[in-house]
């Protein structure tokens, strides 16, 4: 009885690897596809599309990037994490066939509300270059638990280089510049980007240096953006036809004054972005703190909002619930 009841774990464990590989094969045909025609080397292939196998696993280029997402509850089938991690891993070098030393494993642990960003997780990896929608950018898979390009907002990106021809542009919260960069492809006239890390910004001026579009009229500011608006829209005389905000959902470091909590801070910071529009501009506002509410207060005076979640989503991402997102748009006049 007892050799029974081991044949029927193994068994069961074996159910789920192949169910695992068969939908992993099964992405990965459809959206290889996807992406070459949509001119993209870094995509997801698989994000927690079965509730038994919590995990994101992406390609960049010829890497894989896999973030396991723990569970509360134990697995039902029985299995550890670290088998069930070991099966994962598997089947990430059979079917998309990255080897083992091409593939970067993170963990995502829930960090209580309150408490700051994730940090630096790694050191010293190597950067490679992917490219989205005709442009490219250097990613780090293995220093931060991010990569250095969100991926989830590849739509909005897109939208924002249409629109950015002969506008002036502001990419608050900038983190590595993607933004600033579609802009800059898409014809922007000048743009300010302000980030509170240096490491970000070096690293958007790298980005701008291997899109040939570094220029002295794309200006990247170090500061506490937070601080940084509100002064600008108290004492400052620049405008911008457009702007991105994708803040944290909590942030704080020594280098700033208080710390940041979008949902209680975001009333005021959509005031003092609607001082810096000019008369039709627009506003990309966008937020990944799944919990968040639009006050009615926060657009007041605003000509338009929209919620384009979730069509700013893009097709590679199964789980629709990554981040919200608003078009707004200031008054004509």
Not at 143 to 172: C, I, P, S, W
Not at 198 to 226: F, Q, S
Request: aromatic share 10%.
């Amino acid at each position: 009885m007892a050799d029974e009841g081991k044949q029927d774990s193994q068994d069961a464990a074996a159910t789920g690897t192949n169910m695992f590989e068969n939908r992993l094969r099964k992405n990965a045909k459809r959206l290889r596809k996807w992406a070459r025609a949509q001119g993209l080397t870094a995509f997801r292939v698989y994000d927690r599309d079965i509730p038994e196998y919590s995990y994101a696993v992406d390609l960049y280029g010829d890497h894989a990037h896999v973030v396991e997402y723990p569970r509360r509850k134990a697995h039902a089938k029985g299995a550890s994490t670290d088998s069930e991690r070991a099966e994962v891993l598997a089947a990430v070098t059979a079917v998309l066939g990255v080897p083992a030393e091409k593939t970067s494993v993170k963990t995502h642990t829930p960090q209580p509300w309150g408490r700051s960003q994730y940090g630096r997780v790694g050191q010293g990896s190597e950067r490679l270059v992917v490219e989205e929608q005709g442009l490219k950018f250097w990613v780090n898979l293995g220093d931060y638990l991010d990569t250095g390009l969100f991926m989830d907002h590849r739509n909005t990106r897109a939208r924002v280089r249409t629109e950015a021809k002969g506008k002036q542009f502001l990419n608050l919260f900038a983190y590595t510049g993607a933004f600033t960069v579609y802009a800059a492809a898409g014809g922007a006239r000048g743009s300010v980007s302000v980030d509170l890390s240096n490491t970000y910004l070096d690293w958007a001026e790298d980005n701008l240096v291997l899109n040939g579009l570094a220029d002295p009229r794309h200006v990247l500011i170090r500061a506490d953006a937070k601080a940084w608006l509100e002064d600008q829209a108290r004492h400052g005389e620049d405008r911008y036809d457009l702007i991105v905000c994708d803040p944290p959902s909590f942030s704080t470091s020594k280098k700033m004054s208080g710390n940041f909590d979008v949902q209680r801070d975001h009333v005021r910071m959509l005031e003092h972005l609607q001082a810096l529009l000019s008369p039709g501009g627009v506003l990309y506002f966008s937020t990944n703190y799944l919990g968040f509410e639009l006050k009615d207060s926060a657009t007041r005076g605003l000509e338009q909002v929209e919620e384009l979640t979730p069509r700013s989503i893009p097709e590679d991402f199964h789980r629709k619930e990554i981040h919200r997102c608003w078009r707004m748009v200031a008054p004509s006049r």
